[in-house]
């Protein structure tokens, strides 16, 4: 159904006559029960009410999917077995009718109830639009991530939030989906192709709160070795992407307790 490179036709999903949301909303989720219920609030909550939201399950057998009926037709969902986390957002974005897409993960939640109504006025449409991040610390600490853009910082880390980024459907069909090919670092991947087409628009409201338990926070071998293969991609010459992983490792180990 997806191709590896992520070139699904987006407008394919809006054949169906339906009325066009401003936003789409997908969340992915896999054995969310724990999580799941906060962010399905934090959306129905918003005050802004121009979206569609999708759920895109990967076969849960914890209650999650139980969970998802309790919202009868508040959400769109599917469940069935997937590729990974990208191929669930991918098949999200598939499914998507809105002019623009926004990736809220099963475990993380909006910041407050108006956070879209903030954001959506200060959309720039040629531009890739990102917000600011709070990172939710399993002892309840936060600290707020926001990031003053600059591009060669990105060949160093991720800095730019993903899950705070706002990207449209012509967005995607020009840089195309997400390589499902990576399991930690295909959003790196994309925020990389969409600037290389579009300038950064900042937009400084905390927009989402991402709990510090994913794949990427615990496993960093994985996350090194991805990071180098986004770069390679990228036409980083091999004996400059081990400089950049040698430094980054270094990095890793100070801030490391």
């Known amino acids: 159904m997806m191709s590896g490179g992520g070139q699904t036709d987006v407008a394919a999903a809006h054949a169906d006559g339906r009325?066009?949301?401003?936003?789409?909303i997908v969340t992915a989720t896999y054995n969310s029960a724990s999580?799941?219920?906060d962010t399905l609030e934090s959306v129905r909550q918003q005050t802004f009410?121009?979206?569609?939201?999708?759920?895109?399950?990967?076969?849960?057998?914890?209650?999650?999917?139980?969970?998802?009926?309790?919202?009868?037709?508040?959400?769109?969902?599917i469940s069935e077995p997937d590729r990974g986390i990208y191929d669930a957002m991918n098949k999200g974005i598939a499914m998507s009718r809105g002019h623009w897409i926004?990736?809220?993960?099963?475990?993380?939640?909006?910041?407050?109830?108006?956070?879209?109504?903030?954001i959506v006025p200060q959309l720039a449409p040629d531009a890739l639009n990102y917000a600011d991040l709070i990172r939710l610390n399993?002892?309840?600490?936060?600290?707020?991530?926001?990031y003053r853009y600059r591009k060669w910082p990105l060949y160093?880390?991720?800095?730019?939030?993903?899950?705070?980024?706002l990207v449209s459907a012509e967005?995607?069909?020009?840089?195309?989906?997400?390589?499902?090919?990576?399991?930690?670092?295909?959003?790196?991947d994309l925020i990389l192709r969409l600037l290389d087409r579009y300038p950064a628009n900042h937009i400084e409201v905390e927009m989402t709160v991402m709990r510090q338990s994913g794949v990427s926070a615990t496993n960093l071998d994985v996350t090194m070795d991805?990071?180098?293969?986004?770069?390679?991609?990228?036409?980083?010459?091999?004996?400059?992407?081990?400089?950049?992983?040698g430094v980054r490792r270094a990095w890793w180990k100070v801030r490391s307790p």
């Open 49 to 77: 009410q121009d979206f569609e939201h999708i759920v895109v399950d990967g076969g849960s057998t914890d209650g999650t999917i139980d969970i998802l009926k309790e919202y009868g037709s508040a959400i769109r969902w």
């Open 102 to 118: 926004h990736l809220l993960n099963s475990d993380d939640f909006y910041a407050s109830n108006n956070v879209l109504n903030q």
């Open 138 to 146: 399993a002892d309840g600490s936060r600290f707020s991530q926001s």
């Open 156 to 165: 160093l880390s991720a800095f730019l939030p993903h899950p705070s980024l």
């Open 171 to 188: 967005q995607y069909r020009a840089a195309g989906l997400y390589d499902a090919s990576f399991r930690i670092a295909a959003d790196h």
């Open 35 to 37: 999580t799941v219920r």
């Open 19 to 24: 009325r066009t949301p401003f936003l789409s």
């Open 226 to 245: 991805e990071f180098g293969r986004v770069l390679r991609k990228h036409n980083v010459p091999s004996i400059l992407v081990g400089i950049l992983m």
